[in-house]
């Protein structure tokens, strides 16, 4: 905790002296040789170090992306492990680069916060967790129970959204993180734990007995999950959204990072495009031409990524769902590179 | 030129020492005031630059979140500036029980372990050493799991409290008293009982000290201020009812919630802070000259007496000062809650409303400003009451 009231001193302090730095973030990256990616550190599956250290997620693969695209070399990040009440104000302060750390879209955030979300790399909603014991159906039988939720989080807002618009009654037990809040819960301090599914999924592990708990149906709301970067380079933001997109063709075009060595020698005018022996679409970036193809080289396309950290490859097992390309009835779609 | 200077030697301002030190303390304070000024608009540039709202506009838009306990009206469509307040009330809450709680406790363990009673006087100062040299986060986290794993789980193995409580691990449920009609009439006898019983206390201090007489003065003041209302009531019917809390779906509905969160918060600071008012204690008695006591036990007093109408009176003297800052340590540490989920100040406002409107450097200048207010008050009440007991010299 002392460690949190530091940063956020440190911040309101940083705002007052330092000068920071708005335009230009790639060149400050390039000048300091590693790139600062704010991360969540707890929350396995989108970003956590696993047994060996070496942090793991699908949101830690997007800042290893970028750290290709840029230095050749997806190892060159320093991954910033932030709280959700911590995450926004080290992302105002330069802290971090780029926050890519399971939060939400909203528009207060993209605006008063001084954010600018580069898009969507996770398709989310948000749901509850009950013990099965308590033989809830659905989260409209939940009036007057006691829900713990992590604070600083859109599901804090939500949740009071969801009981006011049903006229119900509840008893939020609210909690600086994620992992105070899942272990209230799971002492048995409240009936209900929420936060987004996948998150649900991933916390749930940590419980004592997972298959004691249920994930209700209900969606309580959307929850678009994406990178976020401070406003004013927009330079910076065009390279962290088109990252994304690089992956996402990729995985369009069946490009893997076992295949996009033979790939290079194919015709195809938009493989061509993307793995750039065609155009200097990766110079306009402010990067070089073969920068997709370093991200898919080193880190994989969308899909890999996907099911390599959240996926059937992962202990999650979650399914593509909206995730899928829009070509496979999902929302992920890529404008094109030309 | 007038008497003084032809006594004094004519020195050149340049090296007069009275205009240097003049001239150096402008030269301070017109660099702090720069170093002010340069910090307050760099910081008003850099956000207008990084785009992030500044100003307190956000005071007043709906906060859209929920807080488990309240002293005041407050839902989710109360505004940030409500929220703000809330937070404030329940860090002045625990705050206020947790000095009132940990002063009783400190000046019983103080005492006690000046006891010539050996186990007592060894029992304290274990207390004391263990608890005085373990972080106050780590104890908070071991009162609030003690807490929360020493209380039954299950609504139905709740701990029942005669008179119609429950306590489990969702928190501690009391009755709650409603006021009829007629218990207006009680409360104005309770005021004017208080009143009597001042007016009593003066008049029988005045006396004691013309003529020497002592009065039961205990006894009956506590007369005066309980048996008026008693009868007020007892005319008017007993008009008062409780909202009985009873076991609901989930929780245990109704009556007065007391959260487990707010139960351990106080525990531990109580816990914390006693022991180092013990200390403070020990120290101010030690401080009283040993010859006070033999003086006042050769007058015949026993210890009782002699404790306390002789030596903590004097030892009071030496014991305000550091035991305002034990005060303010308790209050500012109270901030800890954020670790243990109870939703003080610093919780709600530097936590959910920082976050959610991300104005760090108004919200955090807000809730520094906010405890050094409250420190300087406590500050203030305590010195005012040392000027009260300090040694008045003759």
């Given at each position: 905790m002392a460690r949190v009231m530091t940063r956020i001193a440190l911040a309101a302090v940083l705002s007052a002296i330092a000068s920071a730095a708005t335009a230009q973030t790639l060149n400050t990256i390039k000048t300091r040789g590693v790139l600062n990616c704010g991360a969540n550190g707890t929350l396995a599956g989108f970003g956590a170090p696993d047994a060996q250290g070496r942090w793991t997620g699908l949101d830690v693969d997007f800042c290893r992306a970028i750290a290709a695209a840029i230095f050749n070399d997806a190892n060159k990040v320093k991954f910033v492990p932030l709280s959700s009440k911590d995450r926004f104000t080290a992302l105002q302060t330069g802290e971090v680069d780029v926050l890519v750390r399971n939060t939400t879209w909203t528009s207060s955030r993209d605006t008063t916060l001084g954010l600018n979300f580069t898009g969507v790399n996770f398709y989310d909603h948000q749901a509850f967790m009950v013990r099965k014991a308590l033989q809830v159906k659905s989260a409209l039988e939940l009036n007057d129970a006691a829900i713990c939720v992590q604070q600083g989080t859109t599901t804090e807002l939500n949740l009071a959204d969801y009981f006011r618009a049903r006229k119900m009654k509840l008893k939020t037990v609210t909690f600086?993180?994620?992992?105070?809040?899942?272990?209230?819960?799971?002492?048995?301090?409240?009936?209900?734990?929420?936060?987004?599914?996948?998150?649900?999924?991933?916390?749930?592990?940590?419980?004592?007995?997972?298959?004691?708990?249920?994930?209700?149906?209900?969606?309580?709301?959307?929850?678009?999950?994406?990178?976020?970067?401070?406003?004013?380079?927009?330079?910076?933001?065009?390279?962290?959204?088109?990252?994304?997109?690089?992956?996402?063709?990729?995985?369009?075009?069946?490009?893997?990072?076992?295949?996009?060595?033979?790939?290079?020698?194919?015709?195809?005018?938009?493989?061509?495009?993307?793995?750039?022996?065609?155009?200097?679409?990766?110079?306009?970036?402010?990067?070089?031409?073969?920068?997709?193809?370093?991200?898919?080289?080193?880190?994989?396309?969308?899909?890999?990524?996907?099911?390599?950290?959240?996926?059937?490859?992962?202990?999650?097992?979650?399914?593509?769902?909206?995730?899928?390309?829009?070509?496979?009835?999902?929302?992920?779609?890529?404008?094109?590179?030309? | 030129m007038d008497a003084a200077d032809s006594t004094k030697p004519k020195v050149s301002p340049l090296y007069d020492p009275k205009v240097r030190g003049i001239a150096y303390q402008v030269a301070l304070c017109a660099l702090i005031g720069v170093l002010v000024y340069g910090a307050i608009s760099n910081a008003i540039e850099n956000l207008t630059r990084a785009k992030i709202a500044s100003g307190f506009g956000f005071w007043t838009t709906t906060a859209g979140f929920d807080i488990n306990q309240t002293l005041i009206e407050y839902s989710n469509i109360s505004t940030y500036g409500r929220a703000f307040w809330v937070g404030l009330l329940n860090t002045l809450l625990v705050a206020a029980l947790g000095i009132v709680f940990a002063t009783i406790l400190g000046f019983a363990i103080g005492i006690a372990r000046l006891s010539r009673?050996?186990?007592?006087?060894?029992?304290?100062?274990?207390?004391?050493?263990?608890?005085?040299?373990?972080?106050?986060?780590?104890?908070?986290?071991?009162?609030?799991?003690?807490?929360?794993?020493?209380?039954?789980?299950?609504?139905?193995?709740?701990?029942?409290?005669?008179?119609?409580?429950?306590?489990?691990?969702?928190?501690?449920?009391?009755?709650?008293?409603?006021?009829g009609n007629g218990s207006g009439i009680a409360f104005v006898a309770l005021i004017l009982g208080i009143v009597a019983a001042i007016i009593f206390r003066i008049r029988i201090k005045r006396r004691h000290e013309q003529t020497g007489v002592r009065a039961p003065v205990f006894a009956i003041v506590l007369a005066l201020v309980v048996v008026p209302p008693l009868v007020a009531l007892a005319l008017a019917g007993f008009p008062i009812d409780f909202i009985y809390p009873y076991p609901g779906r989930f929780n245990i509905q109704g009556g007065i919630e007391i959260l487990p969160e707010f139960m351990a918060l106080l525990f531990g600071?109580?816990?914390?802070?006693?022991?180092?008012?013990?200390?403070?204690?020990?120290?101010?008695?030690?401080?009283?000259?040993?010859?006070?006591?033999?003086?006042?036990?050769?007058?015949?007093?026993?210890?009782?007496?002699?404790?306390?109408?002789?030596?903590?009176?004097?030892?009071?003297?030496?014991?305000?000062?550091?035991?305002?800052?034990?005060?303010?340590?308790?209050?500012?540490?109270?901030?800890?809650?954020?670790?243990?989920?109870?939703?003080?100040?610093?919780?709600?406002?530097?936590?959910?409303?920082?976050?959610?409107?991300?104005?760090?450097?108004?919200?955090?200048?807000?809730?520094m400003a906010v405890y050094l207010t409250i420190s300087l008050v406590t500050s203030l009440l305590m010195n005012l009451y040392d000027r009260r007991v300090a040694l008045v010299e003759r």
């Open positions: 600086a993180s994620a992992d105070e809040a899942i272990k209230a819960y799971d002492s048995k301090r409240c009936d209900g734990y929420t936060t987004d599914a996948s998150g649900i999924r991933s916390e749930m592990r940590k419980l004592v007995n997972p298959d004691e708990h249920v994930i209700l149906d209900d969606v309580v709301s959307k929850e678009p999950l994406g990178p976020a970067v401070r406003q004013g380079d927009d330079q910076w933001f065009d390279i962290v959204k088109w990252v994304h997109f690089a992956m996402l063709t990729a995985e369009e075009f069946g490009v893997t990072k076992a295949n996009v060595d033979e790939q290079l020698k194919s015709d195809i005018p938009d493989l061509k495009r993307l793995l750039g022996s065609e155009g200097k679409h990766g110079e306009a970036l402010g990067l070089t031409n073969d920068w997709a193809y370093r991200i898919i080289k080193q880190v994989g396309n969308y899909g890999e990524v996907f099911e390599r950290n959240v996926g059937q490859g992962s202990p999650l097992k979650l399914p593509r769902g909206y995730n899928a390309l829009w070509s496979k009835g999902g929302l992920q779609y890529a404008p094109p590179i030309r | 009673n050996w186990l007592l006087a060894r029992m304290a100062g274990v207390y004391v050493e263990v608890i005085r040299n373990i972080p106050l986060l780590l104890q908070l986290l071991f009162w609030y799991n003690a807490v929360l794993k020493a209380l039954p789980e299950q609504l139905q193995e709740s701990f029942i409290i005669p008179g119609g409580g429950f306590l489990n691990r969702r928190g501690l449920f009391l009755p709650q008293p409603v006021f600071l109580v816990i914390y802070t006693a022991a180092f008012i013990a200390e403070v204690v020990r120290a101010g008695l030690f401080a009283v000259s040993r010859g006070q006591t033999e003086a006042a036990y050769s007058l015949g007093l026993p210890t009782g007496p002699t404790l306390r109408l002789v030596v903590i009176p004097q030892a009071m003297r030496v014991i305000i000062p550091p035991l305002t800052s034990q005060y303010l340590n308790l209050t500012k540490n109270s901030s800890l809650a954020v670790a243990i989920g109870y939703p003080d100040l610093v919780q709600i406002f530097t936590g959910t409303v920082l976050n959610q409107t991300g104005q760090a450097v108004e919200v955090v200048t807000l809730t």
